[in-house]
Structures are given as C-alpha cells and as structure tokens.
C-alpha cells in the first residue's frame, strides 16, 4: 500500500490494534494473508484509512496496526459477511489474537528526524 499512517494524538480516529500470536513457522503465512486482505479488500472499505502489519523478530507475534475514520466505520466492517470471512481465515493460521481500538493520546519523536541510507 502507498498510503503514509499518520499519527497524532487526539485526531478523531479509532485505531486498531489487533496483536496475533502465532507459531513462527507460519509468521510469514499470517504477514502475507493480512497484507493481502488489506490490499485487495479493507482499502475500497468505506472509513478505510491505512493498515500497518508488523512481524515480531522472534516470529511468535504479527500486529496489525489500522486506522479508520470512526468507530462505525470499523463496525461496519465487522458487520460485513466478507469481512467476516476474511478475518476468519487470520483467526485460522493464528493461535490466538487480540483486537482493540485505541485513541493515541501522545506521540514523540526527536528533535530533528535522522535517515539511514
């Protein structure tokens, strides 16, 4: 996805974080297919903003970091049956998973931005 997440404290967003765990053998398994659904079905969502997969270096954990203009956006979603299938499959590979919505409430960066090549 090209979309750039943006995150500042008290902007009217619900953001999703939803932590899986999962046996490493199958971290990259999980990594692809949320990639997937988010490219190819959560983008055209209404409400969709962005969804940031992360894989724990261990391969024990992948964490989904999204953000949707509204909660009713988000449970719009969870209402939808294609939706539903969707997350059914995750739920599958997973062992377990843990999703939540959250409001950022503060962020820091340092003063001036550093760039590795």
Known sequence: MTTTTTIEAA?????????FVV???RQ???VALLSSTAEK?????PGFISANIHASRDGERVVNYAQWESEEHFQAMLADPAAREQMRHAAEVALSFDPRLFTVESTHR???????A
């Open 11 to 19: 902007r009217p967003i619900a953001t999703l974080i939803n932590v």
């Open 23 to 25: 046996e490493p053998d």
């Open 28 to 30: 990259a398994e999980l």
């Open 41 to 45: 079905f959560m983008r055209d969502q």
């Open 110 to 116: 340092t003063a001036e931005p550093t760039h590795q």
